[in-house]
């Protein structure tokens, strides 16, 4: 029996099931025939009448589960095509309620699984990039250091000024390499959950002033002129203040790197109207193109990979701050254009009373 019903369709299982019941009621009016509880004519009619409902109810059992066949059909094609891999197709809704709500549970699934390797691939595109800028990170200031020491040790450099200078020169390149290998460990710790995350009541005003005196002498060096724009009574914010003063400090790196001498920078705060606070940095800057704008924040990621890479840029410091702004419940952003500056900009949230 069971190897029967592993051989068959359904449709075709359903109408033996059909005549099998049939011929269990013939069955049954001939035994009541041989014991004599029925006369032979009521027999006949009864048998004609049974036989007549049971070709009808074939005729309507082959028509009405014609459908049920159709979208288990649909169903099982749907599912080959998914098990290699194909999640663009789409079932459509026919046949019974169960099999309709069935059709759209597994459309549902397809599209989940189709966002699922979409996002397994666009993460093994971003492996491959990690490794790749992680690689020429790390190989360039070796290779500098690898050839200055070199240098030092072939005793090439006789004049006291120039062996200075490659000293200097070295102590940078490690320096840029320490930075390099502490964004990268500092990322993945944040990435990981590792972070505790203990915020506090503070005022931004208090950070951002101390954030633009830990910036003073890059400020100083290039006749920036900064603005705040703060007002007076900003409500305090739910942070960790460390961790807010390295995103505004970020920030204000950027716009000091990109700025040009004696331009201008401006910080302003605005007041909350949903429960958060604004800060935004703005600069005088070559300004970023739109279709950059999108990938800022991602890790490695400049804008301008030669000169990004000459001033010491790791490419990191924009997704800490994104990371930073989003452990807070905060959101992060920038507005630029060519040749006219950008403004970057994040949100925390407000103290609750």
């Known amino acids: 029996m069971n190897r029967f019903v592993g051989s068959v369709g359904l449709r075709t299982y359903l109408l033996v099931t059909s005549l099998v019941s049939i011929g269990a009621i013939l069955l049954s009016l001939f035994i009541s025939y041989r014991k004599m509880f029925l006369t032979l004519d009521e027999v006949l009619w009864l ?4 036989v007549g409902a049971a070709i009808l109810s074939l005729i309507v059992h082959w028509i009405m ?3 049920i066949e ?10 080959q095509q998914v098990a290699e891999g194909d999640f663009g197709g789409e079932l459509p809704l026919i046949g019974p309620v169960e099999f309709q709500a069935m059709a759209g549970n597994f459309n549902q699934m397809s599209r989940k699984l189709n966002e699922s390797f979409q996002q397994l691939h666009s ?3 971003s492996r491959r990039e990690l490794i790749a800028n992680v690689s020429h990170d790390l190989r360039t200031p070796l290779a500098s250091i690898q050839s200055f020491v070199e240098a030092l040790q072939d005793d090439l450099i006789d004049d006291p000024a120039t062996y200075k200078r490659y000293l200097s020169t070295i102590r940078l390149e490690t320096q840029r390499l320490s930075g390099l290998i502490n964004d990268l460990f500092d990322l993945s710790r944040r ?13 931004l005003d208090n950070l951002i002033v101390e954030t633009l005196q830990s910036h003073l002498l890059q400020i100083e060096e290039k006749g920036i002129e900064v603005e705040g724009d703060i007002p007076e009574h900003l409500p305090p914010v739910s942070i960790m203040p460390s961790e807010i003063k390295r995103v505004v400090s970020n920030l204000l790196h950027n716009a000091l790197r990109h700025s040009p001498d004696g331009g201008k920078i401006v910080i302003r705060a605005l007041m909350p109207e949903d429960g958060y606070v604004k800060v935004t940095v703005e600069d005088q800057g070559e300004g970023i193109a739109e279709e950059e704008q999108v990938r800022l924040f991602e890790r490695f990621y400049r ?4 000169r990004s890479r000459a001033s010491g840029g790791s490419g990191l410091g924009l997704a800490i701050t994104k990371s930073i702004v989003e452990i807070h419940g905060g959101e992060v952003g920038v507005s630029s254009k060519l040749g006219e500056g950008s403004l970057f900009w994040f949100t925390v949230p407000v103290v609750k009373r």
Do not use: M, N
């Open 123 to 125: 993460s093994e595109a």
């Open 303 to 306: 804008t301008d990979q030669s």
């Open 191 to 203: 990435e990981a959950g590792a972070e505790s995350f203990e915020p506090g009541a503070y005022h």
């Open 47 to 50: 048998t004609i009448v049974t």
């Open 65 to 67: 589960t014609r459908p």
């Open 70 to 79: 159709r979208a288990i059909q649909l169903i099982t094609k749907q599912s």
